[in-house]
């Protein structure tokens, strides 16, 4: 006897918001390539379902100024070009970043403390160096982000930045830059759907348009809370599918801070024999880790092997393909 | 929306002139059709209060229009009644026509909105519900007894026991070794024309209730136990008192068991307080040295004080009173009783016992008549105890069809959830801020305390009352949750409870690195200092309220419901007894229903050991009530620490949990917050 | 469909009987509302509304086992879509794949790694779970000296791969009472593939192409009718996009709709559409997340499989419990001996706040974990989880006392009542009252510097 399945579909009552980041000079920006994301109406490429009408997209992370802290295998790689933000840009881009995430680490005030002013004068540099839009953080002191974020976003108004971190305790300041300059705000909040959720509601009370904000859930790395984040995104993505207008913000993850922060990646020596070849293994990570949030809806990754990303990319292509 | 109307001036295009007349004053003004009937009395210099600032939020400018054409814009806090008699909000109300208007004296509406404390503490009506009838288990039978003699020679206590059956039906009579010492005596010196005190040894469930609540085994004919025998004819009087232990206060009712009459009430301070707020700090004093005693004896001195208050007002012997119901939270019970409470407090939380036995008050050092027993309500885990059993039985919940919530919010917050056929319990910790504690001037609800705030949403400018109207001494938990509304609906603090620091007023300012809004100013209503309410005190009340709507989002779904399936609720307690409802929803303390569905129930638990006191059947029913609760242990349930995190928000994160909220918000929105400093 | 515990209750004899072990009727039917306890408890119930309670209680998704003691693949038995509304609860087996083309010693390398593989992880050992062999070379005899090759080894589960059901029949009783899987039954050979399956009582995978799910239905309702109930699905479906619709209908169809023909586990194949081993990982991490059941992997690499072990662990953890960090002692901003060090509980949210305050203060601190059992602060002072004793141990036992060469120990404010217990617990020590809230730890710190 033939038995015959119906095919199991939900039917979602909303779905993502569409965020373009990136202004091209007819909008009233310098940008030659711009990024839209979200618009998702079903659970990640479920294409019998619904629509997934753009595809996540990789944003390549670079400093200011060469990285303390990162892994050796990273420098390796990278070679001399982290001296150079603009070459670094440039070269991200030759090797396939949809966008540049560029973190302002050299204006922490316990690195090299550099001025807002000088800040904003590297993200025109960059900005000048290459045409895909630009995600900028801050060095990552509240204070400190909140100054030299304001710089930045009057500086390059227009641009439509993504600019953060707006965190539960500070948010006003750079969600306000953002109204004024025509940015967009990351909103990160602590592996927690309600007070992400929280967040965007603050941030749009203050007259922030709602396809201005990024939701950053916060990244665990494989290992250290993925499955959390994963959990999180998850929840996020049904309730915005359920039409919760307030958690239909797209989703952006730095996994590859994270992940090259976990010791599998970072550390060579001393570390047991069945974790295999370090340089190998800490590229696994990262792509493990930024593919397993896709599968859970991410939409921007933030990343920093060249080669993860490449894989990364592939594994989008192949999710997208109808 | 624009709640708020536009006045005439310019707008309206007839500029048809009509005569307002206001009384008592007897003003008059004419003014174009269209104008506010607010700006009217402004412009006739009658004086109408707008604590609100005019958004129709308050309803303290209501007024009578005896004639003439008005149109309403919104008749929020009026009733159609009320709005068919004339009455309508000044603030909310155009002049279409000639009017005449009655404004009433100020004290006359702040007494309607004054918070029903004086109706509660009155007498408790009789009779009670309809549920409990009065058939004490202590009863006094009077009897006149025919003498012995040669031809009859039977014993005292069987000839007095052989008259209590014959006109009383009372089965098997027992009496202790004491009461049988005196017995010679007093039957004798009374020349055998005698009352005998009785009590019943075992509760019982009538029938009905019996197959109601699907329970069985609570039935039980116990003996009938002889306390004492007074001379002659006493039936009239039968004194027993009940007593509510609370952690922060203590209350007791003297009842005349004979006719279920309330003759006096008393209450005081639980003198453990020396030894910690809270119900965890007392058991980690119980755990040192004598800690466990000393507290057992101030609770002990705190209720002998009350019965001597009462004693001396009601010029009784304390002799002469023969019952004493006690109900109280677990740890309270247990220090009364003298329970070590050390593994209430530890996990997995279990209480020495749950039903403790009746006990003679001397035993306990309770001075009333030494075969007087002791019973407590009894409990049913180590959060939820004798008080909330009492007040489930009070509020009536256990025979009711609706869903019913009933909360007792203290330090703890209590919570049941049911009706007739299950009942579910939690309990969350709130923190005391609701009565006051852990926030910067915060007090007990005392004459002296603001106990209702309204603040301007164009000015940003505080109108407080106060219990008793004296001079601002502090805010006690009506008035922090007024206030914390009212910050959150004018827009002084932010959805998360973090006040805007770029608003143009004096009111807010910062303080050590914190926030603060100056709820009252030195001078201000005679006030001494300034009271102001902190961004950490906002926290504290927010955390507060989140913690007790988790447990009502934990308990429903634990039983499969939503909160829209909750049909009344049932608030319990001190606290709920200043509660504005309406403010309560604004924070996203209660569920948002109409306010007709959620009621006071009073101080639940001494009604709770009153109605044992005074009915058999209401003593049995308090241990079914115990047997068939069902004990959720938050801490045991991941889901309370996801609702706790959504409930920390104002009202709530999901907004659609509070339409109302919703609307009203939506509404001050339009009209645009606050002025923001240039 | 899942009753809710008012549902159970309104069946049960409703006499708070306590017999069953619970309190009340209601506590009892809402422990079987999340299947934490069986019906039998219940001396009372009638047989009626175990009938009925039964019948809404049976696994939607069957639970299957492969091989026998060792290391058994145990998969099925799912409740949820999605972790987070309850729990993942039977981990997919990773398995490799060598093909009987290979010659002995590359066969026996790949098994012999596959068998001694280990590597901890947050105190348990993670292994691979079987071997996959497949009869690429259509001779029986090539087939049955790789499964002697495979089969000598330790105790593997084993998957054995041949459409060929005489020759599955003739390798069995080499394997048989390991429980191999048997891959697999399809259209064409699948009355005769029952048959093997039953003769050695051998869970059987079923295969159809390019995802056509009435054609697997179809299937394993003949095959069930066979009288072979042990199944696992193959939907054929091998691109990333193709497997995950598939294998999320299957899941859904068997959930939502209770609907047995697709109730079964699944097995898939990420290397076949993958072009590079890393690639293949990106494919098996999917398969991970999404519903796999057995993942027969193509390459065997420490550096590949060790990330896939992890994110099984990851998204097989229970969500429900709650989420703890290790009690220990962590640096910030690299500390050194006259750094302050404060104490907190181990609920990782309390951790996490807390660390990521120290972190943005800039000032280089120790910050002590003490195992409050996954409590907050507050909480776990009202339990007596975070009271004196526990501070002393976590000081004494948790190796800080080698780190820093003072005596000044940084409590949360809200347990500031414990200070003076705290000083008499540890004597020399001088106990300091942070601030209530972690958001003020930045000011403190910085005035502790000052």
Known sequence: ?322 | MDTRLPSGNGQVREARRCAVVFKPSGRVIEVPAGTLLLDAARQAGVSIETPCGGYGRCGRCRVLVESGDVARRDTYHLTADEVAQGHALACQTQVQGSLTVFVEPREAISRRYRPQEEARAAQIALPLDGSFICQPSLRKLHVAVEGPSMEDNTNDFDRLGRDLVREYGVPRLRADLPVLRTLAADVRSANWDVTAVVDDEEPQLPQQWEEEMGETGVHMEGPTRLLAVEPGDTTGRALGVAVDIGTTTVVVYLVNTANAQVLDTASAYNAQISCGDDVISRIIYSQRGDGLNHLRKLVTDTINGLLDELAKRNGIELRDIYEMSVAGNTTMTHLFLGLNPKYVREAPYIPTVNLPPAVLAADLGIPIHPQARVKCAPGVGSYVGGDITAGVLSSGMFRTDKLTLFIDVGTNGEIVLGNKEWLITCACSAGPAFEGGGVKDGMRAIPGAVQEVWINSETLEPTCRTIGDLPPQGICGSGLLGALAEMFISGIIDKGGRMRRDLDTPRVRIANNIAEYVLVKAGEQGAKRDIVLTEADINNLLRAKGAIYAGFSVLVRSVGLTMADVEQVMIAGAFGQHIHIEKAIQIGLLPDMPWDRIKYVGNSSALGAYFALVCREARAALQAVARKMTYLELSADNSFMDEYTRALFLPHTDINEFPSVGRLLEQTRQKGTAAVKA | ?450
């Open chain 3, 1 to 450: 469909m899942a009753l809710t515990g008012l549902q159970i209750y309104k069946l049960l004899p409703k006499t708070n009987c306590k017999e069953c072990g619970v309190p009340t009727c209601l506590a009892f039917a809402m422990k079987l509302a999340t299947k934490s306890a069986e019906l039998s408890a219940c001396p009372y119930v009638t047989e009626e509304a175990k009938n009925e309670l039964e019948a809404a209680s049976a696994p939607p998704v069957r639970l299957v086992s492969i091989g026998a003691d060792g290391r058994k693949i145990e998969v099925g038995n799912e409740t949820v879509l999605y972790r987070h509304d309850k729990t993942f609860y039977h981990q997919p087996g990773l398995v490799v794949r060598v093909k009987d083309t290979q010659s002995a010693d590359e066969i026996k390398a790949v098994a012999d790694a596959v068998c001694g593989y280990c590597v901890e992880r947050v105190g348990l050992s993670l292994n691979v779970d079987g071997v996959a062999i497949e009869n690429a070379s259509g001779d029986t005899s090539a087939f049955a000296k790789a499964i002697e090759v495979v089969g000598s080894n330790a105790n593997v589960a084993l998957v054995l791969m041949s459409s060929v059901p005489a020759t599955l029949d003739t390798v069995m009783p080499m394997v048989a009472d390991r429980r191999p899987l048997l891959y697999a039954a399809d259209a064409g050979n699948w009355q005769a593939m029952a048959e093997v399956a039953r003769k050695y009582k051998s869970p059987l995978a079923v295969k159809v192409d390019c995802g056509d799910l009435s054609a697997l239905a179809t299937l394993t309702e003949d095959i069930t009718k066979a009288g072979v109930t042990d199944l696992m699905l193959d939907p054929g479906t091998r691109s990333m996009v193709d497997s995950l619709q598939a294998m999320t209908k299957i899941r859904r169809l068997a959930l939502r709709k209770n609907f047995r023909p697709l109730g079964f586990p699944m097995i898939s194949f990420p290397g076949e559409g993958a072009s590079s081993p890393l690639e293949e990982v990106a494919a098996a991490s999917q398969h991970i997340a999404k519903y796999g059941g057995v993942i027969v992997l193509d390459h065997f690499d420490p550096t590949l499989i060790y990330p896939l072990l992890t994110l099984r662990q990851n998204i097989y953890t229970d969500p429900q419990k709650p989420i703890q960090v290790k009690p220990d002692v962590y640096p910030i901003h690299e500390p050194d001996a006259n750094s302050p060090l404060l104490i907190t509980t181990n609920f990782s949210l309390t951790y996490f706040t807390v660390a990521g305050e120290v972190e943005a203060s800039g000032v280089p601190a120790w910050l002590l974990i003490a195992d409050s059992e996954g409590l907050s602060v507050l909480t776990a002072w009202a339990a007596g989880k975070f009271d004196a004793e526990k501070i002393k141990k976590a000081v004494q036992t948790s190796g800080i006392l080698d780190k820093i060469a003072h005596k000044r120990l940084i409590i949360p404010g809200y347990v500031a009542g414990m200070s003076g217990e705290i000083e008499e617990e540890l004597p020399g020590w001088e106990i300091r009252v942070g601030p209530r809230e972690a958001v003020d730890l930045s000011s403190y710190l910085k005035s502790l510097r000052s």
């Open chain 1, 1 to 322: 006897m033939p038995v015959t399945v119906e095919t199991p579909t939900e039917k979602w009552a909303g779905k993502v918001r569409e965020i373009t980041l990136g202004a091209t000079a007819a909008e009233g920006g310098t940008r030659t390539s711009t990024v839209t994301v979200g618009g998702e109406g079903t659970m990640p490429f479920l294409h019998f379902e619904g629509e997934t009408p753009h595809r996540p997209v990789v944003a390549i992370e670079i400093y200011d100024i060469a990285p303390q802290d990162w892994s050796p295998i990273l420098m390796d790689y990278w070679g001399d070009v982290v001296n150079d933000v603009v070459a670094w840009a440039k070269k991200a881009v030759e090797l396939g970043a949809d966008a540049i995430a560029l973190t302002l680490r050299g204006a922490h005030p316990e690195v090299n403390d550099r001025s807002p002013e000088d800040s904003a004068r590297v993200v025109k540099d960059v900005l000048a160096a290459v045409g895909v839009p630009l995600i900028v953080y801050g060095p990552g002191a509240p204070d400190k982000d909140n100054e030299v974020l304001v710089a930045v976003a009057e500086a390059t108004a227009g641009e439509r930045l993504a600019l953060g971190l707006c965190e539960q305790n500070n948010y006003r300041t750079i969600a306000a830059a953002c109204m004024g300059s025509g940015h967009i705000a990351v909103a990160r909040a602590p592996i927690d759907v309600n007070i992400q959720k929280q967040l965007n509601i603050l941030i749009s009370d203050m007259g922030l348009p709602l396809d201005r904000i990024l939701m950053d859930p916060t990244t665990g790395a494989l290992g250290y809370g993925l499955e959390y984040t994963y959990s999180v995104m998850e929840r996020l993505r049904l309730a915005a599918l359920q039409g919760d207008a307030m958690t239909q913000q797209p989703m952006i993850c730095t996994a590859g801070h994270e992940a090259w922060r976990a010791k599998e990646s970072k550390v060579g020596e001393g570390v047991p024999e069945a974790w295999g070849d370090w340089k190998e293994r800490g590229i696994a990570w990262e792509t493990v880790t930024a593919t397993s949030l896709i599968e859970a809806g991410a939409d921007i990754l933030v990343m920093r092997h060249p080669e993860a990303v490449a894989i990364v990319k592939k594994t989008i292509d192949q999710l997208v393909a109808k």
